[in-house]
């Protein structure tokens, strides 16, 4: 007999994204039931990359008082570079890391641009003082160290079936706890298309 599919493995990356949108998970599909344990530690790499999504501001603030472009690509190789090396360390894949790194600094580009968007066409609302872009980098290099660890101690949990229904649980936690806005919501959606093991790019 095959087995029953659980309607939360059916859901695509795109009814994902609207769930985590609208805050309403119970409303559109039955919870998972996976362990504790396992909705902890994606609810952790879900927490600290909402973290992360939250230097978005102060590094966009920094790129518009100096004029600097959003995008980086000597220092996004830096960070890919750096995370590959500590997963190593931890003994995470570091292909998956990398992956997963990758959807970070993204992620928080889409918020960089949608808030210079903002400040372009409402001048009055764009920062009035230039943040340290150092100091920035110097949390968002704590916060990637432990996404790196996050990532190795929840290998299992991203490789079950279930992965996808509770990260997706976790997003949504995340997201009242935290009162992202609709940028910052979608951006983390972004940061975590591939955190479950053969997770698709149907997010964009």
Same mark, same amino acid.
């Given at each position: 007999?095959? =087995?029953?599919?659980?309607?939360?493995?059916?859901?695509?990356?795109?009814?994902?994204?609207?769930?985590?949108? %609208?805050?309403?998970?119970?409303?559109?599909?039955?919870?998972?039931?996976?362990?504790? *344990?396992?909705?902890?530690? &994606?609810?952790?790499?879900?927490?600290?990359?909402? @973290?992360?999504?939250?230097?978005? *501001?102060?590094?966009?603030?920094?790129?518009? *008082?100096?004029?600097?472009?959003?995008?980086?690509?000597?220092?996004? @190789?830096?960070?890919?570079?750096?995370?590959?090396?500590?997963?190593?360390?931890?003994?995470?894949? #570091?292909?998956?890391?990398?992956?997963?790194? !990758?959807? @970070?600094?993204?992620?928080?580009? @889409?918020?960089? !641009?949608?808030? +210079?968007?903002?400040?372009?066409?409402?001048?009055?609302?764009?920062?009035?003082?230039?943040?340290?872009?150092?100091? /920035?980098?110097?949390?968002?290099? !704590? &916060?990637?160290?432990? &996404?790196?660890?996050?990532?190795?101690?929840?290998?299992? =949990?991203?490789?079950? #079936?279930?992965?996808?229904? %509770?990260?997706?649980?976790?997003?949504?936690?995340?997201? +009242?706890?935290?009162?992202?806005?609709? /940028? +910052? %919501?979608?951006? &983390?959606? !972004?940061?975590?298309?591939?955190?479950?093991?053969?997770?698709?790019?149907? /997010?964009?």
């Amino acid at each position: 007999m095959q =087995p029953t599919a659980s309607p939360w493995r059916a859901l695509t990356a795109g009814a994902i994204v609207a769930v985590i949108c %609208t805050g309403s998970a119970s409303a559109a599909v039955p919870a998972p039931t996976t362990g504790r *344990g396992s909705y902890r530690e &994606l609810h952790s790499l879900a927490d600290l990359s909402a @973290q992360r999504l939250g230097t978005a *501001g102060p590094v966009a603030a920094a790129k518009w *008082g100096t004029g600097g472009p959003v995008d980086d690509p000597t220092r996004e @190789q830096q960070v890919l570079d750096a995370a590959a090396r500590q997963a190593r360390e931890v003994r995470a894949d #570091p292909v998956a890391t990398v992956k997963i790194f !990758r959807d @970070q600094i993204e992620a928080n580009k @889409q918020v960089q !641009r949608a808030l +210079h968007s903002r400040w372009n066409a409402n001048p009055a609302d764009a920062p009035e003082e230039t943040p340290d872009l150092s100091v /920035v980098r110097g949390e968002i290099n !704590r &916060l990637n160290l432990a &996404l790196v660890r996050g990532i190795a101690v929840s290998a299992a =949990p991203r490789a079950a #079936p279930s992965c996808r229904a %509770t990260l997706t649980a976790a997003t949504v936690q995340v997201r +009242h706890d935290r009162r992202l806005d609709r /940028v +910052h %919501t979608a951006a &983390l959606a !972004r940061a975590l298309r591939f955190v479950c093991a053969g997770a698709s790019a149907e /997010v964009s």
